[in-house]
């Protein structure tokens, strides 16, 4: 779970880190543009026309940035600008429609086709369209050039669309992809856990009724074979014990059940020079089910070796247990070390099979990024309270 959510997070902070950026260079090559036409003597408007034109030039440059993350405020944003600078051409001596800022527009286009649904995208390539035919329509300065400029402008819209539902495509199939993956792993493990225990529990259950059914029959005639039975059926019954732990936990079959106790053992194991690996517990112990303890005990591990993996030591974690009215709450959390590592270790879906483990023992299991930097693994687990 957690490398699947690193990579839909690494790629949509990816696509963030790409439209900031060309938001920034946008600004940094069109504004002074605009300036530069605007302080051309042949252009030079009204000190209160120029200062006018110079601040809706930097509305249209801050919409660019609220599209990153609300494409449709800043559409309307940047459509009432863009009006304003069209209406401004009517009573300046300068096509304030045609500035290098006012193309800034088509990046909001494009946010709004990458990151909205329907009927949002379409709505702004008919406001855009619109807008173009009402320049080509009142641009004083454009002459016998309305058509071309229309057509022009109608494909420049419908370019910054188009690229940004290819985006938005992309953004969607990489969601699908870790969406489906999650899903198969889950499905994968079930079918695992229910195929093994089955073939576990049937033999050992057969068994077990063949040698009872021999110690019933013989039990007054043969007591000697009857005893030998019964053992029989005590060892059956204690090795398919053995054997379902094996199934869960294949790494230790032969051990006892993992406890509560366990996890101080768990966590002192990944202390080195360079792990700091801290356990805290609050709040007054309640009985926890063997299999709520187990599920606990194998997501403790896993976010441990997820922490150690996916960061560059130093590294400092915390495992923090709270003791809380009817449940356990148990939360692992990494500072990020140095930064992350580069590993092609583990499946990418250990968290993801865990997390159906505690979900079948009755609690839940979430992974998120912690801000600045880190992890934290939270897992909730059901506690029965004795009766007073």
Not at 121 to 150: K, N, Q, S, Y
Not at 268 to 281: G, I, K, M, N, Y
Not at 353 to 382: F, H, K, M, N, Y
Request: glycine share 6%; charged share 20%; net charge neutral.
């Amino acid at each position: 779970m957690r490398s699947d959510t690193r990579a839909v997070e690494s790629t949509g902070r990816a696509w963030v880190r790409v439209d900031l950026l060309v938001a920034v260079i946008a600004a940094i090559v069109l504004l002074p543009s605009s300036l530069a036409v605007l302080g051309d003597p042949a252009f030079r408007p009204e000190p209160f026309a120029f200062a006018i034109v110079v601040t809706l030039c930097l509305l249209v440059h801050a919409a660019t940035f609220v599209a990153i993350r609300h494409p449709l405020a800043a559409l309307a944003a940047a459509d009432a600008v863009v009006l304003v600078l069209v209406l401004l051409s009517q009573t300046a001596a300068v096509p304030t429609a045609f500035l290098p800022s006012a193309a800034a527009y088509l990046l909001v286009v494009g946010q709004v086709a990458a990151r909205s649904r329907r009927p949002f995208p379409m709505l702004a390539l008919a406001g855009g369209i619109g807008g173009a035919a009402l320049i080509a329509v009142v641009e004083p300065h454009l002459g016998d050039f309305r058509l071309g400029t229309f057509v022009g402008l109608c494909g420049a819209i419908a370019a910054a669309w188009a690229l940004g539902l290819v985006v938005r495509v992309r953004r969607d199939q990489t969601e699908e992809r870790a969406t489906a993956r999650v899903a198969r792993a889950i499905t994968d493990e079930r079918a695992r856990i229910s195929r093994d225990l089955h073939d576990v529990v049937a033999h050992a259950v057969t068994v077990m009724i063949a040698q009872a059914e021999v110690a019933r029959l013989t039990r007054d005639d043969d007591p000697a074979r009857s005893d030998a039975s019964l053992a029989i059926v005590v060892d059956t019954g204690r090795e398919a014990l053995r054997s379902m732990r094996s199934t869960v936990a294949p790494e230790a079959p032969r051990e006892p059940l993992p406890t509560v106790d366990s996890l101080a053992a768990l966590v002192e194991s990944v202390r080195t020079p360079s792990v700091r690996a801290l356990l805290e517990e609050s709040g007054e112990r309640g009985p926890l089910r063997a299999d709520a303890a187990l599920a606990l005990h194998h997501a403790v591990r896993e976010a441990l070796t997820n922490a150690l993996r996916h960061t560059s030591a130093p590294v400092v974690i915390d495992v923090r247990l709270r003791w809380l009215p009817g449940r356990l709450r148990a939360t692992v959390t990494d500072d990020g070390g140095t930064g992350p590592a580069e590993s092609d270790l583990g499946s990418g879906i250990g968290l993801i099979g865990i997390a159906e483990r505690v979900r079948l023992a009755g609690g839940t299991l979430t992974a998120r990024p912690r801000s600045p930097a880190g992890w934290c693994v939270q897992v909730d687990l059901p506690v029965t309270r004795s009766a007073a």
